[in-house]
């Protein structure tokens, strides 16, 4: 049965605790009638990148075997991480994807491992994906249940015309070798991603628009031409093509969508750094500020305009993004603070009409949800799959009266009835009360009003909202908490509490069961100071999630 109706949270003043902690009443107005955006059903991404171990950054090499070509396949703790996710998608590519050739068909270059070579993009020679390892990393994903989109080289044939800019025509037949290898042993890939940050002035090299919307063309063709005439069923369903995978500029979007014309590209990724670079020492104060938080939305926002002006039939992806870019934020990325950042990106991103968000990375850097030797997972990990589980694909509007260190984002319920509501503080000190009624009654009852108006109350948020079990009977309604905050307080703490309880590792490797707190739908709620509450409200049925 649907309905109309807003989740509301009052704010009002605060009142001064004697530990120096702050109360504050809060408004949050969720309008559930209908939904304002919608993801993928599979929104979580993280990249598996190309980086070698000698990849440094401000004199420490945080990559380990991490790449696509050496990393661990057989780390149990690696499969049960995906597993947990059940439908993972990974992309796989990076920095150095436009350097990598596939050792298979007649290719004429050599294809030898990455290694440093001065004169190189980012310091690195090309190097190379050999067929046996394309099969174990396919066997893997096969098992794990990972979504794969997988970053071709753009760069293949063309030549470096002056500093950073490269011209010419992309030579497809490497690549086209390499796909007709993947159809002939039936393995899946999602979506085929075409180069990596080469657009706009680019990062270490740069491809102008129309050149790339005329090589995109060339490759939806190639694609169409290879998968039509595959004799393996599974293969039948067609991959998307994804483009650019690079940071935003809006002239550049806009020609790249002209040039390449009417669905030939499925997806517009873009890369996301917006922390800076891992060394600078203002990180935790950009996490911790909601103005510069919000600066995210400028490019949300510009990319979707781009998208209905010039590619309607194209959606938007995070094809990458860790916060700090040069490999992370060493003590920071890999820690609880991190979190306010990537959950306030997932929430702002999805706002918006993005499909996917990609996370820098799964494991690699000190931006990982794994810990890239003992493959344990960092906080960020756990805030993934939490979303995953609870957060679906309808997206709604929130209105907050409160103050700006109070965020929220909503999501239909993850596969069930219901609302999921995230709420993050960013506050130090203050300690937000959140009442929750329906639009249809607007006065929160206080704590000083008499069991008549409780009671009308109660009244009033049935009338707006379908409720489990007998609407005419007072039978208790619970909602789910998951309260994550840092062990000991500490926000630099690799260890993240889900409702004071540390998640860790079973004794067999297995991921912990992320259990909720359930309280009575009609009781207070509360979230303390940094930290960080997803809630389930499973007595809502609304027609924006019908």
Not at 76 to 81: D, E, K, Q, R
Not at 321 to 338: C, E, K, L, Q
Request: net charge neutral; hydrophobic share 35%.
């Amino acid at each position: 049965m649907g309905f109309r109706a807003s989740l509301l949270v009052f704010t009002v003043a605060f009142l001064p605790l004697i530990l120096g902690e702050i109360y504050e009443e809060a408004r949050l107005v969720i309008d559930t009638s209908k939904t304002v955006a919608e993801t993928d059903a599979n929104y979580i991404c993280a990249t598996i990148d190309w980086w070698p171990q000698d990849k440094c950054n401000y004199n420490t090499c945080p990559w380990g075997s991490s790449s696509a070509v050496n990393l661990d396949l057989s780390h149990p703790f690696l499969g049960n991480a995906i597993q947990a996710f059940k439908n993972l998608r990974v992309r796989v590519g990076g920095s150095l994807q436009d350097q990598v050739m596939y050792d298979v068909g007649n290719s004429s270059s050599p294809c030898h491992p990455f290694k440093k070579e001065t004169g190189g993009l980012f310091g690195f020679s090309k190097g190379c994906l050999h067929m046996d390892r394309w099969d174990q990393l396919n066997n893997f994903f096969k098992k794990t249940g990972v979504i794969l989109t997988f970053g071709l080289n753009a760069l293949h044939g063309r030549h470096h015309t002056e500093r950073g800019v490269w011209g010419g025509d992309w030579d497809r037949h490497n690549a086209y070798d390499f796909i007709n290898y993947t159809l002939s042993k039936g393995y899946h890939v999602d979506s085929w991603e075409f180069g990596n940050e080469l657009s706009g002035k680019g990062v270490g090299a740069s491809v102008g628009p129309e050149q790339y919307g005329k090589d995109s063309i060339r490759l939806n063709t190639m694609i169409d031409e290879l998968y039509s005439k595959s004799n393996n069923m599974m293969q039948l369903i067609r991959p998307s093509l994804v483009a650019p995978g690079g940071f935003y500029d809006k002239v550049w979007f806009d020609k790249l969508l002209q040039s390449s014309g009417p669905r030939v590209l499925n997806v517009m990724s873009h890369h996301m750094y917006s922390l800076g670079p891992g060394n600078d020492g203002n990180i935790m104060k950009k996490i911790l500020n909601p103005d510069h938080l919000n600066k995210a939305s400028f490019v949300f926002s510009n990319l979707s305009s781009t998208i209905q002006e010039n590619g309607p039939w194209t959606s938007a992806w995070v094809g990458e993004s860790g916060g700090a870019y040069n490999s992370g934020a060493r003590d920071i990325s890999n820690t609880f603070v991190n979190t306010f950042w990537y959950l306030d990106q997932l929430g702002m991103a999805a706002k918006y009409n993005t499909k996917v968000y990609c996370r820098q990375s799964l494991i690699g850097g000190f931006y990982g949800l794994l810990n890239k030797t003992t493959y344990i997972p960092n906080p960020d990990y756990y805030s993934a799959l939490l979303w995953n589980r609870l957060m679906g694909k309808g997206v709604f509007h929130v209105n907050i009266t409160a103050s700006q260190y109070l965020r929220s984002y909503a999501h239909c319920a993850k596969q069930r009835v219901g609302v999921t509501v995230l709420v993050i503080n960013l506050s130090n000190q203050t300690m937000y009360n959140v009442d929750v009624q329906s639009n249809n009654y607007a006065k929160l009852p206080s704590k000083n009003q008499t069991g008549t108006n409780k009671r009308s109350f109660i009244h009033g948020l049935k009338e707006s909202v379908s409720w489990i079990g007998n609407k005419a009977s007072d039978e208790k309604v619970y909602r789910e908490e998951y309260h994550l905050t840092p062990e000991g307080g500490n926000l630099r703490s690799r260890v993240m509490l889900l409702n004071g309880q540390p998640l860790q590792l079973t004794e067999l490797g297995d991921i912990p069961s992320l259990l909720p707190a359930v309280n009575d739908v009609n009781s207070p709620l509360s979230i303390s100071p940094y930290s960080v509450k997803f809630v389930v409200y499973p007595n809502f049925i609304n027609q924006g999630c019908i």
